[in-house]
């Protein structure tokens, strides 16, 4: 079984719980999830199962579009409204302001990831060491928000609105910079991820779907072939049908070989390789001395 199934996070499981319950009631060895999503939240986790956990990283890198509550006037230590309230504020800015803080954090910038985070320092989760009631100076990350849409304001103090970014923005963090912008301090109070690069909530499934579809030899049906999670992250080179046995085998080929064109491909930049409709696996264009070479980096076949 070798492929993504596009599961529909529940709130109330971390991402590794969602992949421990597949991995348990697929008997499948090999899965992973290509992103961690609050355990609060909820929405689209793609989980790579089979040879498909060695293509995780690629598919991590496409575009992320979240729908998120912003709970305005109050700030908590976890950065979003489950956490203990560390300031109020009654100072609730009006609708021009809002909107004028949410452009303002579009583009390039620099985030501080939450304390409560998984990323690691010195071989210590962040959120172990908040729950010690130790904080530490976190570097700044360079993430990049493409669009931030408004849609709606619950008086008297909730925002809705929807966030398309990069690969590890925090929207926990964005939540709280909008607050610092604002003045008042603000939370996320909830969060949906509505697509993970072209992995969509229109086409996701629930745990109790994935696994009807298991008991009844289905589940073919509802996985997402590899070669078609990774069009939106990586260029395509199509080789000559001819080749395939030699590639298959890690062999390196030349570049006449190819069908579609490669100048335009960076050496070393990864590409998926098909040897005419086949999907082969990840590799890329090398130089060596004046001729080019296209090389395997991973045979998926």
Known sequence: MNGILN????????????????????????AGHTGTLDPEAAGVLPVCLGKATRIS????????IYRCGMKLGITTDTDDITGRICSRSDNIP???????????????????????SAIK???KKLYELARQGIEIERKPRKVEIFKNEFLDFFPPDTVLFETECSKGTY?????????????????????????SSNFHISQSYTLDEILEAFKKEKLDNMLVSMEEALKPVLPSVVLDEACKERISNGNKVGVESALTPVDNIIPGQHCSIFCG?????IGYVSNYGNKKEIKMKSVLV
Request: proline fraction near 5%; charged fraction near 25%.
């Open 7 to 30: 599961v529909l996070k529940p709130p109330g499981m971390t991402s590794s719980d969602v992949v421990v319950y597949l991995r348990n009631n697929l008997k499948i060895r090999k």
């Open 277 to 281: 409709k086949d999907f082969i696996g």
């Open 171 to 195: 929207i926990r963090s964005l939540c709280r910079d909008i607050g610092k912008l604002l003045g008042c301090g603000a939370v996320m109070s909830f969060l949906i991820r509505i697509a």
């Open 57 to 64: 990283d690629y598919i991590m890198r496409g575009t992320k």
């Open 121 to 123: 320092v010195r071989g």
């Open 94 to 116: 009006d609708l021009d302001r809002i909107h004028q803080a949410l452009e303002a954090f579009q583009g390039e910038l620099e985030q501080i990831p939450p304390m409560y």
